[in-house]
């Protein structure tokens, strides 16, 4: 039976609310350490044509001639009403364009982060449960080499490769020329995405490979694998009943944190496949120096991990009764 | 074996490659902004790897680049070791209310997801070289706090600190001389990965451009080239060496890396047999 004691739940979900507060208030005072306010620079192209009586009454409704004080509650109160501002180069409010962008994100993330975790992980518990052997190690210094190869390098490679010289693939964006004649078409907008969406599964799963080959190691050097091999189980059923199993908790973490890592994670593949995700949309704002647009994408992406790292600890606690997290503390 | 014989030739290219950020003046005398030839052309004998769009020599490029990308690699991965083993060295060996306070602080701030922290703060402050790896070494050292202090734990419960103590060596002697070196390797592991980690983040980030336009390193040659369209008009010279370049380094510390890790992680050994 799980066993979550419910004063660690409420210390740790005390946490997680901490580290949001950080990253809020730090958000808040970097807006407003900036040089020149946020209407100056929210208008900027404007700030001398505008009416003083219009750029006064801007202030009272941003509420910035209130004190400080209540500007910070008045921004955390606004924060988890999702209001998270607006641009500064679009002029739009940051969060829509967040979740408009995240859709966009989501077409390539859903595939590569389900198949990634599946490869690699598979890949993995072969590796492990074959460790030592000459193919293991093979496929273990091939996964190093893939992996000391940086990201947009791949992502520039395979663009070099597969779509410039050999044609396969388009060069990048979401859709053909022919959106402006027959509109958005979803297998158009599949065929510009299989390329990043295989290079993301690639990423991830070199990235579960690692952690799924160590823990296939560590499981199989344990006590009870050696006796459920010493009562003559098969090794088959040791692997699939006694080693798998077990192996697979780190793996439990790991995903959860892949899932909210995946946000950021695949920056340098949209903005080198020019994809109209979060990722390129990041690129952008940094070029812009676009300062509330960034703090979004740094909120949402700090809420995600927060709240994938609490999951995570409370997932391996329900699943695995050897931790009881909290009683023995 | 053979994986020693991959150790030394990755530490030869590392040599190279630090031999040549140093020597960057005496190797390409003209410097990296100097425009040298006319635009786009291909490798020859004057230009060793062909010319950018502005007639700037992609050699030349290549080679001051790599003082920043080493720079800031390095630097930032020094100053993120320094911090976390001085830091759990010293809460490791301290505990009580010091370790209690520290390690809390650690759990608040550990979820804080780094990358996008790291972009809002350099679109805040001027983003310098010195600066951003600064930022990075600081941002990424808290990871490692946690490590160097579960291993200092097992060390400061040991029969020969116990003994140093009571001789009476002092709380800074016995940290610098009997429990850092009992933790030296796990350090130098970490400085390996981190700098092969940092070292590619920089590039990275160089290449989504984090710094001006005036900085030339390996991530932002590589991003003029591709935002110029240099890889649709087959113009490969421009492109392929600063990043098989990054290629380079990047597989050399990570070789050293693990047989750094092999050699001191008795876990990863096993699997050796």
């Not at chain 1, 970097?30 to 009454?57: C, F, R, S």
């Not at chain 1, 993330?109 to 518990?125: K, R, Y």
């Not at chain 1, 899932?259 to 695949?266: H, K, R, V």
Request: glycine share 8%; aromatic share 12%; net charge neutral.
């Amino acid at each position: 039976m799980p066993v979550i004691s419910s004063r660690y739940l409420i210390r740790r979900l005390g946490y997680s609310g901490v580290s949001f507060l950080v990253c809020v208030t730090l958000t808040f005072f970097l807006l407003h350490l900036m040089p020149g306010d946020y209407i100056t620079n929210y208008l900027l192209w404007l700030a001398n044509k505008v009416p003083k009586e219009a750029v006064d009454q801007f202030y009272q409704q941003f509420g910035l001639n209130l004190p400080l004080t209540d500007q910070y509650i008045l921004y955390i109160v606004n924060i988890l009403h999702g209001q998270w501002g607006y641009s500064y180069a679009y002029g739009l409010p940051v969060f829509s364009m967040i979740v408009e962008k995240l859709c966009w994100s989501l077409v390539l993330l859903l595939p590569s982060t389900v198949f990634g975790i599946l490869v690699g992980t598979a890949i993995g518990a072969w590796s492990g449960w074959r460790s030592g052997s000459r193919r293991d190690l093979a496929v273990f210094n091939i996964m190093i080499v893939f992996r000391a190869i940086p990201e947009f390098w791949w992502a520039i490679m395979a663009v070099m490769v597969f779509s410039f010289y050999l044609r396969w693939f388009p060069l990048g964006g979401y859709s053909s020329i022919s959106i402006l004649s027959a509109g958005l078409s979803i297998p158009d907008v599949l065929y510009h995405a299989i390329l990043p969406i295989l290079l993301m599964t690639f990423f991830i799963a070199t990235g579960n490979y690692y952690v799924m080959r160590s823990s296939m190691i560590e499981v199989i050097g344990e006590d009870y694998i050696t006796t459920a091999r010493a009562k003559g189980l098969d090794e088959q059923s040791v692997l699939w009943r006694h080693a798998l199993k077990n192996a697979l908790l780190p793996m439990v973490t790991l995903t959860t944190f892949q899932c909210a890592a995946i946000i950021m994670g695949n920056v340098f593949i949209e903005t080198v496949f020019s994809w109209p995700g979060i990722g390129y949309m990041t690129t952008e704002a940094l070029r812009l120096r676009d300062l509330p647009l960034l703090e979004g994408i740094f909120l949402l992406d700090s809420l995600l991990t927060i709240g994938a790292m609490l999951l995570a600890d409370i997932l391996v606690t329900v699943i695995d009764p050897r931790i009881r997290m909290g009683t023995d503390e | 074996m053979n994986r020693r014989v991959v150790l030394w030739i990755s530490i030869a290219v590392l040599c190279i490659y630090i031999g040549i950020a140093l020597a960057a003046p005496l190797i390409a005398p003209s410097g990296p902004t100097a425009i040298t030839g006319k635009p786009l052309e291909p490798p020859g004998a004057g230009h060793l790897f062909g010319t950018n769009d502005v007639g700037q020599d992609i050699f030349a490029q290549l080679v001051f680049g790599a003082r920043i990308t080493l720079l800031f690699g390095f630097f930032s991965a020094s100053l993120s070791v320094l911090i976390s083993t001085s830091v759990g060295i010293a809460i490791g060996y301290y505990g009580g209310i010091v370790d209690e306070v520290v390690s809390r602080a650690i759990d608040v701030f550990m979820p804080i997801p780094v990358f996008p922290l790291l972009i809002v703060l350099t679109t805040f402050f001027s983003p310098g070289i010195i600066q951003i790896s600064i930022l990075m070494g600081v941002l990424g050292s808290i990871h490692g706090i946690r490590i160097i202090r579960s291993q200092v734990l097992s060390v400061a419960q040991t029969y020969f600190v116990e003994g140093a103590r009571a001789i009476g060596a002092s709380d800074v002697h016995i940290m610098s001389r009997h429990i850092l070196p009992n933790v030296m390797p796990l350090v130098m592991a970490k400085f390996v990965s981190s700098s092969q980690h940092l070292l590619v983040m920089g590039v990275g980030l160089s290449f989504i451009g984090i710094w001006d336009t005036t900085t030339v390193d390996w991530g932002t040659m590589i991003q003029n080239a591709y935002s110029s369209g240099g890889m649709a008009l087959g113009l490969w010279w421009w492109i392929l060496p600063p990043g098989i370049a990054v290629v380079g380094i990047s597989l050399a510390l990570a070789m050293i890396g693990y047989s750094f890790e092999e050699q001191f992680n008795p876990r990863v050994g096993v699997n050796r047999l």
